[in-house]
Protein backbone atom coordinates (compact mmCIF):
# COMPACT_ATOMS: atom_id res chain seq x y z
CA UNK A 1 0.00 0.00 0.00
CA UNK A 2 1.26 3.51 -1.15
CA UNK A 3 2.28 5.97 1.57
CA UNK A 4 0.12 9.12 1.23
CA UNK A 5 2.58 11.82 -0.06
CA UNK A 6 3.40 13.83 2.95
CA UNK A 7 3.58 17.73 2.03
CA UNK A 8 7.15 18.76 3.43
CA UNK A 9 5.68 22.27 3.71
CA UNK A 10 2.75 20.90 6.22
CA UNK A 11 5.16 18.75 7.65
CA UNK A 12 8.09 21.28 9.07
CA UNK A 13 5.73 23.93 9.06
CA UNK A 14 4.32 25.07 12.33
CA UNK A 15 0.79 24.03 11.04
CA UNK A 16 1.41 20.55 12.33
CA UNK A 17 0.96 21.56 15.94
CA UNK A 18 -2.09 23.20 16.87
CA UNK A 19 -1.51 26.52 18.72
CA UNK A 20 -2.71 25.05 21.72
CA UNK A 21 -0.12 22.18 21.72
CA UNK A 22 2.79 24.92 20.79
CA UNK A 23 1.18 26.82 23.82
CA UNK A 24 1.84 23.87 26.36
CA UNK A 25 5.11 22.92 25.32
CA UNK A 26 6.36 26.16 24.76
CA UNK A 27 4.07 28.78 27.18
CA UNK A 28 6.84 31.81 26.27
CA UNK A 29 6.73 31.63 22.69
CA UNK A 30 5.01 33.94 19.91
CA UNK A 31 4.26 33.81 16.34
CA UNK A 32 5.33 36.73 13.79
CA UNK A 33 4.02 36.71 10.48
CA UNK A 34 5.54 37.31 7.19
CA UNK A 35 3.91 40.89 7.63
CA UNK A 36 6.04 41.58 10.80
CA UNK A 37 2.91 42.03 12.86
CA UNK A 38 2.76 39.33 16.11
CA UNK A 39 -0.17 37.03 15.42
CA UNK A 40 0.41 34.41 18.55
CA UNK A 41 1.21 34.79 22.25
CA UNK A 42 2.09 31.85 24.69
CA UNK A 43 0.28 31.85 27.54
CA UNK A 44 2.96 33.10 30.11
CA UNK A 45 4.51 35.82 28.18
CA UNK A 46 0.73 37.16 27.16
CA UNK A 47 0.32 36.67 31.07
CA UNK A 48 3.51 38.96 31.80
CA UNK A 49 2.93 42.20 29.26
CA UNK A 50 0.87 44.86 30.56
CA UNK A 51 -0.65 45.11 27.38
CA UNK A 52 -1.65 42.68 24.57
CA UNK A 53 1.59 41.65 22.00
CA UNK A 54 -0.97 40.12 19.04
CA UNK A 55 -0.89 42.90 16.22
CA UNK A 56 2.53 44.70 17.63
CA UNK A 57 5.74 45.40 14.62
CA UNK A 58 8.89 44.73 15.30
CA UNK A 59 9.39 47.73 16.15
CA UNK A 60 6.73 48.23 18.65
CA UNK A 61 7.24 44.80 20.39
CA UNK A 62 11.36 44.53 21.11
CA UNK A 63 14.36 46.70 21.10
CA UNK A 64 17.18 43.98 20.55
CA UNK A 65 20.43 44.05 22.36
CA UNK A 66 22.47 41.33 20.80
CA UNK A 67 23.24 40.24 18.28
CA UNK A 68 23.32 44.09 17.52
CA UNK A 69 21.80 45.53 14.25
CA UNK A 70 18.48 43.28 14.21
CA UNK A 71 16.12 45.93 13.21
CA UNK A 72 13.43 43.64 11.42
CA UNK A 73 11.97 40.30 11.06
CA UNK A 74 14.61 39.57 7.94
CA UNK A 75 16.99 40.34 10.91
CA UNK A 76 15.45 37.69 13.08
CA UNK A 77 15.10 34.92 10.74
CA UNK A 78 18.77 35.21 9.67
CA UNK A 79 19.47 34.37 13.75
CA UNK A 80 17.94 31.25 12.50
CA UNK A 81 18.41 29.21 15.84
CA UNK A 82 21.01 31.43 17.20
CA UNK A 83 20.65 33.40 20.52
CA UNK A 84 18.85 36.65 20.93
CA UNK A 85 19.14 39.05 23.62
CA UNK A 86 16.58 41.66 24.04
CA UNK A 87 14.18 43.74 25.85
CA UNK A 88 10.69 43.67 25.46
CA UNK A 89 9.27 47.37 24.97
CA UNK A 90 6.39 46.30 27.27
CA UNK A 91 7.92 45.12 30.15
CA UNK A 92 11.44 46.68 29.54
CA UNK A 93 12.78 46.26 32.94
CA UNK A 94 13.24 42.96 32.32
CA UNK A 95 16.25 41.64 29.97
CA UNK A 96 15.01 38.27 28.06
CA UNK A 97 16.64 36.07 25.66
CA UNK A 98 14.97 33.91 23.21
CA UNK A 99 16.05 31.26 20.41
CA UNK A 100 14.28 32.28 17.25
CA UNK A 101 13.78 30.36 14.23
CA UNK A 102 12.41 31.28 10.73
CA UNK A 103 9.03 29.82 9.87
CA UNK A 104 8.24 29.09 6.27
CA UNK A 105 5.39 31.45 5.84
CA UNK A 106 8.10 33.95 5.92
CA UNK A 107 7.59 34.68 9.97
CA UNK A 108 9.68 33.63 12.85
CA UNK A 109 8.86 31.34 15.52
CA UNK A 110 10.59 33.07 19.15
CA UNK A 111 10.82 30.93 22.32
CA UNK A 112 11.58 33.43 25.14
CA UNK A 113 13.08 32.97 28.51
CA UNK A 114 13.93 34.98 31.42
CA UNK A 115 17.62 33.99 31.56
CA UNK A 116 19.53 35.24 34.98
CA UNK A 117 16.79 37.70 35.05
CA UNK A 118 14.64 34.78 36.17
CA UNK A 119 14.65 35.22 39.94
CA UNK A 120 13.28 39.21 39.75
CA UNK A 121 11.28 37.90 36.84
CA UNK A 122 8.83 35.10 38.76
CA UNK A 123 8.54 37.31 41.66
CA UNK A 124 7.62 40.57 39.81
CA UNK A 125 5.10 38.58 37.90
CA UNK A 126 3.83 36.38 40.35
CA UNK A 127 4.09 33.12 38.09
CA UNK A 128 3.64 29.79 39.45
CA UNK A 129 4.76 26.21 38.67
CA UNK A 130 1.82 26.16 36.13
CA UNK A 131 3.40 29.24 34.35
CA UNK A 132 6.54 26.78 33.14
CA UNK A 133 6.46 23.37 30.73
CA UNK A 134 7.60 20.94 33.66
CA UNK A 135 10.59 20.36 31.07
CA UNK A 136 11.50 23.52 31.57
CA UNK A 137 14.12 23.65 34.87
CA UNK A 138 12.92 26.74 35.67
CA UNK A 139 11.44 25.18 39.14
CA UNK A 140 13.70 23.04 40.15
CA UNK A 141 15.96 25.55 39.68
CA UNK A 142 14.60 28.25 41.95
CA UNK A 143 13.73 25.03 44.01
CA UNK A 144 17.53 25.18 44.29
CA UNK A 145 19.08 28.32 45.05
CA UNK A 146 15.78 28.45 47.61
CA UNK A 147 17.24 25.58 49.58
CA UNK A 148 20.97 26.07 49.17
CA UNK A 149 20.16 29.63 50.64
CA UNK A 150 18.74 28.23 53.94
CA UNK A 151 20.92 25.62 54.00
CA UNK A 152 24.07 28.24 53.91
CA UNK A 153 22.28 30.45 56.74
CA UNK A 154 21.89 27.20 58.60
CA UNK A 155 26.09 26.89 58.09
CA UNK A 156 26.37 30.87 58.67
CA UNK A 157 24.37 30.62 62.07
CA UNK A 158 26.73 27.21 62.90
CA UNK A 159 29.71 29.34 62.80
CA UNK A 160 28.63 32.26 64.58
CA UNK A 161 27.94 30.07 67.15
CA UNK A 162 31.63 28.20 66.71
CA UNK A 163 32.97 31.73 67.03
CA UNK A 164 31.26 32.73 70.49
CA UNK A 165 32.21 29.12 71.63
CA UNK A 166 35.90 29.94 70.67
CA UNK A 167 35.79 33.24 71.95
CA UNK A 168 34.20 32.37 75.12
CA UNK A 169 36.84 29.36 75.44
CA UNK A 170 39.74 31.64 74.92
CA UNK A 171 38.29 34.14 77.93
CA UNK A 172 37.82 31.39 80.22
CA UNK A 173 40.99 30.10 79.81
CA UNK A 174 43.58 30.03 82.09
CA UNK A 175 46.73 29.66 80.14
CA UNK A 176 48.71 31.87 77.55
CA UNK A 177 48.62 30.09 74.34
CA UNK A 178 51.85 31.08 73.20
CA UNK A 179 53.90 29.86 76.36
CA UNK A 180 51.90 27.48 77.90
CA UNK A 181 52.70 29.37 80.85
CA UNK A 182 49.53 30.73 83.47
CA UNK A 183 47.92 34.13 81.74
CA UNK A 184 46.88 37.42 83.92
CA UNK A 185 43.48 36.08 84.60
CA UNK A 186 45.26 33.51 86.43
CA UNK A 187 47.67 35.11 88.09
CA UNK A 188 45.53 37.58 89.72
CA UNK A 189 43.45 34.64 91.26
CA UNK A 190 46.14 33.26 92.59
CA UNK A 191 47.47 36.23 94.10
CA UNK A 192 44.15 37.15 95.95
CA UNK A 193 44.34 33.39 97.37
CA UNK A 194 47.58 34.31 98.31
CA UNK A 195 46.96 36.89 100.36
CA UNK A 196 43.61 35.68 101.45
CA UNK A 197 45.44 32.55 103.49
CA UNK A 198 47.52 34.71 104.55
CA UNK A 199 50.90 32.62 104.47
CA UNK A 200 54.26 34.77 103.39
CA UNK A 201 55.00 35.00 99.80
CA UNK A 202 56.71 37.19 96.99
CA UNK A 203 55.51 38.81 93.72
CA UNK A 204 58.14 39.34 90.98
CA UNK A 205 57.31 41.45 87.64
CA UNK A 206 59.87 40.63 84.63
CA UNK A 207 59.80 43.13 81.85
CA UNK A 208 62.24 42.17 78.88
CA UNK A 209 64.87 44.53 78.04
CA UNK A 210 65.43 45.13 73.86
CA UNK A 211 62.80 42.67 72.89
CA UNK A 212 61.28 45.25 70.57
CA UNK A 213 64.79 45.69 68.93
CA UNK A 214 64.46 41.67 68.63
CA UNK A 215 60.75 41.65 67.28
CA UNK A 216 61.22 44.49 65.00
CA UNK A 217 64.82 43.58 63.10
CA UNK A 218 64.45 39.93 63.23
CA UNK A 219 60.50 39.63 63.10
CA UNK A 220 57.12 38.05 65.10
CA UNK A 221 58.92 34.62 64.59
CA UNK A 222 62.28 35.51 66.38
CA UNK A 223 59.83 37.33 68.96
CA UNK A 224 57.88 34.06 69.55
CA UNK A 225 61.18 32.21 70.14
CA UNK A 226 62.53 34.42 72.38
CA UNK A 227 59.40 34.36 74.64
CA UNK A 228 59.12 30.59 74.61
CA UNK A 229 62.71 30.79 75.38
CA UNK A 230 62.33 33.20 78.61
CA UNK A 231 59.34 31.19 80.09
CA UNK A 232 61.52 27.79 79.61
CA UNK A 233 64.04 30.05 81.99
CA UNK A 234 61.37 31.00 84.06
CA UNK A 235 59.96 27.48 84.53
CA UNK A 236 63.54 26.05 85.23
CA UNK A 237 64.32 28.75 88.21
CA UNK A 238 61.09 27.98 89.73
CA UNK A 239 59.49 25.57 92.07
CA UNK A 240 56.42 23.84 90.71
CA UNK A 241 54.71 25.42 93.51
CA UNK A 242 55.18 28.84 92.31
CA UNK A 243 53.05 30.36 89.63
CA UNK A 244 54.72 31.78 86.59
CA UNK A 245 52.71 33.95 84.26
CA UNK A 246 52.77 36.01 81.08
CA UNK A 247 50.35 39.05 81.71
CA UNK A 248 51.67 40.64 79.13
CA UNK A 249 53.53 41.13 75.71
CA UNK A 250 56.77 40.93 77.12
CA UNK A 251 55.99 41.15 81.03
CA UNK A 252 56.19 38.21 83.43
CA UNK A 253 54.87 38.02 87.06
CA UNK A 254 56.04 35.25 89.28
CA UNK A 255 54.57 34.47 92.83
CA UNK A 256 56.60 32.72 95.34
CA UNK A 257 54.71 30.79 97.80
CA UNK A 258 56.34 30.85 101.02
CA UNK A 259 59.76 31.96 99.54
CA UNK A 260 60.44 35.87 101.00
CA UNK A 261 63.97 35.53 101.62
CA UNK A 262 65.86 38.37 100.02
CA UNK A 263 69.13 37.12 99.68
CA UNK A 264 67.69 34.18 98.04
CA UNK A 265 65.02 35.64 95.83
CA UNK A 266 68.01 38.26 94.34
CA UNK A 267 70.04 35.29 93.55
CA UNK A 268 67.03 33.37 91.69
CA UNK A 269 66.65 36.63 89.72
CA UNK A 270 70.29 37.05 89.39
CA UNK A 271 70.02 33.75 87.75
CA UNK A 272 67.40 34.05 85.74
CA UNK A 273 68.63 37.42 83.98
CA UNK A 274 71.88 35.96 83.14
CA UNK A 275 70.26 32.64 81.02
CA UNK A 276 68.23 35.17 79.49
CA UNK A 277 70.91 37.19 78.48
CA UNK A 278 71.98 34.04 76.75
CA UNK A 279 72.22 34.73 72.91
CA UNK A 280 69.24 32.65 71.34
CA UNK A 281 70.39 31.59 67.44
CA UNK A 282 67.66 32.27 65.11
CA UNK A 283 68.66 31.61 61.74
CA UNK A 284 72.04 33.19 61.15
CA UNK A 285 71.38 35.93 63.87
CA UNK A 286 71.01 35.62 67.08
CA UNK A 287 68.70 37.00 69.20
CA UNK A 288 70.14 39.10 72.57
CA UNK A 289 68.04 40.45 75.35
CA UNK A 290 67.88 40.70 78.53
CA UNK A 291 65.17 41.53 81.85
CA UNK A 292 64.80 43.81 84.61
CA UNK A 293 63.08 42.70 87.84
CA UNK A 294 61.38 43.90 90.66
CA UNK A 295 60.33 42.13 93.73
CA UNK A 296 58.01 42.86 96.43
CA UNK A 297 57.39 40.66 99.46
CA UNK A 298 54.76 40.04 101.57
CA UNK A 299 55.30 38.89 105.24
CA UNK A 300 52.13 36.97 106.14
CA UNK A 301 49.19 38.50 107.63
CA UNK A 302 48.50 41.49 105.17
CA UNK A 303 47.99 44.26 105.08
CA UNK A 304 48.21 45.09 101.53
CA UNK A 305 45.63 44.65 98.66
CA UNK A 306 46.95 42.73 95.53
CA UNK A 307 46.91 46.16 94.27
CA UNK A 308 49.25 47.65 96.64
CA UNK A 309 51.59 44.52 96.14
CA UNK A 310 52.07 44.70 92.39
CA UNK A 311 52.48 48.54 92.67
CA UNK A 312 55.24 48.06 95.24
CA UNK A 313 56.85 45.44 92.76
CA UNK A 314 56.40 47.36 89.78
CA UNK A 315 58.11 49.93 91.66
CA UNK A 316 61.21 47.93 92.22
CA UNK A 317 60.50 46.96 88.85
CA UNK A 318 61.40 50.63 87.69
CA UNK A 319 64.17 51.20 89.87
CA UNK A 320 65.50 48.28 88.16
CA UNK A 321 64.85 50.37 84.50
CA UNK A 322 66.38 53.46 86.30
CA UNK A 323 69.71 51.99 87.31
CA UNK A 324 70.31 50.41 83.94
CA UNK A 325 68.43 47.51 83.46
CA UNK A 326 69.29 43.81 83.55
CA UNK A 327 69.39 43.76 86.77
CA UNK A 328 66.86 42.98 90.15
CA UNK A 329 65.53 45.60 92.63
CA UNK A 330 64.00 44.34 96.16
CA UNK A 331 61.44 46.97 96.83
CA UNK A 332 61.87 48.96 100.41
CA UNK A 333 60.16 51.92 101.88
CA UNK A 334 60.50 55.19 99.89
CA UNK A 335 61.41 53.51 96.95
CA UNK A 336 58.71 55.55 95.30
CA UNK A 337 60.10 58.44 96.03
CA UNK A 338 63.76 57.73 94.53
CA UNK A 339 62.06 56.55 91.00
CA UNK A 340 59.92 59.46 91.31
CA UNK A 341 63.08 61.67 91.09
CA UNK A 342 64.69 59.71 88.42
CA UNK A 343 61.44 59.94 86.41
CA UNK A 344 61.81 63.91 86.67
CA UNK A 345 64.82 64.20 85.61
CA UNK A 346 64.97 61.16 82.88
CA UNK A 347 62.11 60.02 80.71
CA UNK A 348 59.88 57.10 81.79
CA UNK A 349 61.03 53.76 80.57
CA UNK A 350 58.58 52.16 78.83
CA UNK A 351 55.72 50.09 81.02
CA UNK B 1 31.65 22.38 74.11
CA UNK B 2 31.77 18.59 74.45
CA UNK B 3 31.09 16.58 71.81
CA UNK B 4 30.55 13.00 72.58
CA UNK B 5 27.51 13.00 71.15
CA UNK B 6 28.94 13.39 68.02
CA UNK B 7 29.86 10.60 65.50
CA UNK B 8 31.21 10.18 62.48
CA UNK B 9 30.48 6.60 61.33
CA UNK B 10 27.62 4.28 62.18
CA UNK B 11 23.83 4.43 62.86
CA UNK B 12 23.79 7.78 62.28
CA UNK B 13 20.62 10.28 62.42
CA UNK B 14 21.48 13.64 60.45
CA UNK B 15 21.60 16.77 62.71
CA UNK B 16 18.65 18.56 60.95
CA UNK B 17 16.38 15.76 61.63
CA UNK B 18 17.37 16.32 65.34
CA UNK B 19 17.65 20.10 65.55
CA UNK B 20 13.92 19.58 63.69
CA UNK B 21 12.37 17.91 67.08
CA UNK B 22 14.30 20.17 69.40
CA UNK B 23 12.97 23.17 67.64
CA UNK B 24 9.60 21.67 67.69
CA UNK B 25 10.12 20.87 71.07
CA UNK B 26 10.58 24.65 72.16
CA UNK B 27 8.66 26.17 69.69
CA UNK B 28 5.70 24.64 70.89
CA UNK B 29 6.27 23.84 74.50
CA UNK B 30 8.64 26.19 75.70
CA UNK B 31 12.60 26.28 76.39
CA UNK B 32 12.03 24.34 79.96
CA UNK B 33 10.15 21.73 78.36
CA UNK B 34 13.12 21.20 76.00
CA UNK B 35 15.84 21.10 78.81
CA UNK B 36 14.13 18.77 81.25
CA UNK B 37 13.44 16.57 77.43
CA UNK B 38 17.58 17.05 76.90
CA UNK B 39 18.36 16.38 80.56
CA UNK B 40 16.72 13.07 80.54
CA UNK B 41 18.05 12.40 77.13
CA UNK B 42 21.27 12.68 78.24
CA UNK B 43 22.30 15.78 75.66
CA UNK B 44 24.92 17.64 76.68
CA UNK B 45 25.24 20.56 75.71
CA UNK B 46 21.44 20.25 75.53
CA UNK B 47 21.23 21.39 71.88
CA UNK B 48 21.75 20.18 68.54
CA UNK B 49 23.48 21.60 65.95
CA UNK B 50 21.73 20.65 62.31
CA UNK B 51 24.86 20.80 60.06
CA UNK B 52 26.38 17.76 61.85
CA UNK B 53 25.83 13.75 62.17
CA UNK B 54 24.66 12.05 65.59
CA UNK B 55 24.36 8.81 66.92
CA UNK B 56 20.97 7.45 66.16
CA UNK B 57 19.86 6.18 69.52
CA UNK B 58 20.15 10.22 70.43
CA UNK B 59 17.49 10.45 68.88
CA UNK B 60 15.81 7.61 69.87
CA UNK B 61 16.29 8.99 73.62
CA UNK B 62 15.09 12.10 72.83
CA UNK B 63 12.39 10.97 71.31
CA UNK B 64 11.01 8.19 73.98
CA UNK B 65 11.81 11.26 76.69
CA UNK B 66 9.62 13.89 74.30
CA UNK B 67 6.95 10.70 74.45
CA UNK B 68 6.93 10.48 78.43
CA UNK B 69 6.98 14.05 79.37
CA UNK B 70 4.20 14.74 76.75
CA UNK B 71 2.24 11.43 77.78
CA UNK B 72 1.88 10.92 73.99
CA UNK B 73 2.93 7.82 71.76
CA UNK B 74 5.96 8.19 70.01
CA UNK B 75 4.16 7.90 66.71
CA UNK B 76 1.83 10.95 67.48
CA UNK B 77 4.95 13.55 68.75
CA UNK B 78 6.67 12.43 65.26
CA UNK B 79 3.56 13.26 63.24
CA UNK B 80 3.47 16.92 65.63
CA UNK B 81 6.93 17.28 64.48
CA UNK B 82 5.69 16.93 60.58
CA UNK B 83 3.03 19.41 61.13
CA UNK B 84 4.86 21.63 62.88
CA UNK B 85 7.50 21.40 60.01
CA UNK B 86 5.20 22.95 57.58
CA UNK B 87 3.22 25.40 59.79
CA UNK B 88 5.31 27.12 62.14
CA UNK B 89 6.54 30.49 61.11
CA UNK B 90 10.13 29.22 62.30
CA UNK B 91 10.42 26.51 59.35
CA UNK B 92 8.78 27.91 56.69
CA UNK B 93 11.82 27.86 54.59
CA UNK B 94 10.35 24.01 54.87
CA UNK B 95 6.61 24.79 53.72
CA UNK B 96 8.13 26.74 50.78
CA UNK B 97 10.68 24.07 49.75
CA UNK B 98 7.59 21.70 49.46
CA UNK B 99 5.30 23.74 47.83
CA UNK B 100 7.56 24.28 44.58
CA UNK B 101 5.96 20.77 43.78
CA UNK B 102 2.95 22.10 42.31
CA UNK B 103 -0.13 24.32 42.35
CA UNK B 104 -2.73 22.04 43.79
CA UNK B 105 -2.20 19.35 46.29
CA UNK B 106 -2.71 16.59 43.44
CA UNK B 107 0.60 18.21 41.53
CA UNK B 108 2.11 17.51 45.04
CA UNK B 109 0.83 14.18 45.16
CA UNK B 110 2.19 13.21 42.04
CA UNK B 111 5.57 14.55 42.92
CA UNK B 112 5.96 12.47 45.98
CA UNK B 113 7.87 10.06 44.10
CA UNK B 114 11.01 12.95 43.54
CA UNK B 115 10.85 14.54 46.81
CA UNK B 116 13.61 12.74 47.86
CA UNK B 117 15.79 13.67 45.10
CA UNK B 118 14.51 17.74 45.71
CA UNK B 119 15.62 16.83 49.24
CA UNK B 120 19.47 15.51 48.60
CA UNK B 121 19.58 18.73 46.45
CA UNK B 122 19.23 20.41 49.39
CA UNK B 123 20.49 18.89 51.97
CA UNK B 124 23.37 16.01 49.76
CA UNK B 125 23.54 14.14 53.18
CA UNK B 126 20.33 13.40 54.49
CA UNK B 127 18.87 10.24 54.65
CA UNK B 128 15.76 9.98 53.03
CA UNK B 129 13.18 7.06 52.70
CA UNK B 130 12.26 6.13 49.35
CA UNK B 131 8.37 7.14 48.31
CA UNK B 132 6.24 5.83 45.55
CA UNK B 133 2.87 6.48 45.18
CA UNK B 134 0.69 4.14 43.91
CA UNK B 135 -3.11 5.23 43.04
CA UNK B 136 -5.82 3.12 43.15
CA UNK B 137 -8.80 4.80 41.91
CA UNK B 138 -11.59 7.11 42.98
CA UNK B 139 -9.14 9.40 45.24
CA UNK B 140 -7.54 6.60 46.69
CA UNK B 141 -3.60 6.29 47.51
CA UNK B 142 -1.07 4.45 48.95
CA UNK B 143 2.25 5.85 49.82
CA UNK B 144 4.78 3.30 50.25
CA UNK B 145 7.78 4.60 52.57
CA UNK B 146 10.98 2.33 52.11
CA UNK B 147 14.27 2.30 53.69
CA UNK B 148 16.09 4.44 56.36
CA UNK B 149 13.90 5.23 59.81
CA UNK B 150 11.33 3.82 59.53
CA UNK B 151 9.91 6.71 62.29
CA UNK B 152 10.33 8.97 58.92
CA UNK B 153 6.70 7.55 57.71
CA UNK B 154 4.50 9.58 60.58
CA UNK B 155 6.63 12.79 60.39
CA UNK B 156 5.52 12.42 56.68
CA UNK B 157 1.96 11.46 57.48
CA UNK B 158 2.28 14.62 59.65
CA UNK B 159 3.73 16.89 57.32
CA UNK B 160 1.16 15.91 54.61
CA UNK B 161 -1.68 16.10 56.44
CA UNK B 162 -0.66 20.40 57.17
CA UNK B 163 0.11 20.48 53.67
CA UNK B 164 -3.35 19.24 52.16
CA UNK B 165 -4.51 22.57 54.76
CA UNK B 166 -1.79 24.30 53.20
CA UNK B 167 -3.39 23.68 49.47
CA UNK B 168 -7.14 23.88 50.50
CA UNK B 169 -7.49 20.24 50.08
CA UNK B 170 -9.75 17.94 51.76
CA UNK B 171 -7.46 14.38 52.65
CA UNK B 172 -8.11 11.30 54.74
CA UNK B 173 -5.04 9.77 56.11
CA UNK B 174 -3.57 6.77 58.23
CA UNK B 175 -0.07 5.56 58.32
CA UNK B 176 1.02 2.33 59.25
CA UNK B 177 4.52 1.39 60.77
CA UNK B 178 6.39 -1.47 58.70
CA UNK B 179 5.63 -4.48 59.82
CA UNK B 180 8.09 -8.20 59.39
CA UNK B 181 9.38 -7.76 55.75
CA UNK B 182 6.65 -4.88 54.80
CA UNK B 183 7.38 -1.49 54.12
CA UNK B 184 5.47 1.00 55.59
CA UNK B 185 2.83 2.57 54.08
CA UNK B 186 -0.19 5.85 54.34
CA UNK B 187 -3.34 5.35 53.38
CA UNK B 188 -5.18 8.53 51.59
CA UNK B 189 -8.26 9.33 50.58
CA UNK B 190 -8.41 12.31 48.69
CA UNK B 191 -11.86 13.72 49.36
CA UNK B 192 -11.58 17.53 47.32
CA UNK B 193 -8.82 18.99 45.71
CA UNK B 194 -10.38 22.38 46.68
CA UNK B 195 -12.29 21.74 49.47
CA UNK B 196 -11.19 25.28 51.49
CA UNK B 197 -9.44 28.29 50.09
CA UNK B 198 -5.55 27.47 50.49
CA UNK B 199 -2.68 29.60 51.64
CA UNK B 200 -1.11 31.64 48.64
CA UNK B 201 2.34 30.51 47.49
CA UNK B 202 4.47 32.96 44.96
CA UNK B 203 7.62 31.06 43.84
CA UNK B 204 9.68 34.63 44.56
CA UNK B 205 11.69 33.81 47.57
CA UNK B 206 11.10 37.70 48.22
CA UNK B 207 7.68 37.22 48.81
CA UNK B 208 6.22 36.15 52.24
CA UNK B 209 4.09 33.08 51.25
Given at each position: ??????????????????????????????????????????????????????????????????????????????????????????????????????????????????????????E??H???????????????????E????????????????????????????????????????????????????????????????????????????????????????????????????????????????????????????????????????????????????????????????????????????????????????????????????????????? | ????????????????????????????????????????????????????????????????????????????????????????S??KA?RR??R???????????????????????????????????????????????????????????????????????????????????????????????????NAFSLGAGGAN
Amino acid sequence: MALPRLDAQALMGAALLAPAALDRLMPMHLQIAADGHVVHVGPTLGQVSPVPLEGLGFKALMGVLQPRGIQDLAGLRAADGGQVRFRLATEPEIPMKGLCVPTHDGGALLNLSFGYAVTSAVEHFHLTCGDFACTDLTIEMLFLIEAKSAAQEEQRKLNMRLQGDKQRAEAEALSDGLTGLANRRAFDAALMRCIENGAPFAVMQIDLDFFKAVNDTLGHAAGDAVLAKVAAVLKKETRASDLVARVGGDEFSILFVRFVDVGSLLDVAGRMIAHIEEPLPFGKQACEISASIGIAVAQGAHSDTAADLVHKADTALYASKFAGRRQATIYSQGLEEEVARNAADLPLPRQ
Amino acid sequence: MSHNSYIAVGDIMHGLVNRSIECFVRDTYGQMAWEDVARCAGLEPATFESMLHYDDRLTHAVLEAISQRLNKPREAVLEDVGTYLVTHSNTKAIRRLLRFSGDSFGDFLASLDDLPERVKLAVPDLEFPRLELEERGNGQFCLWVRGAHAEFIWVICGAMRALADDYGALVLMEGHDPVGGTDGFIELHLAALSFAEGNAFSLGAGGAN
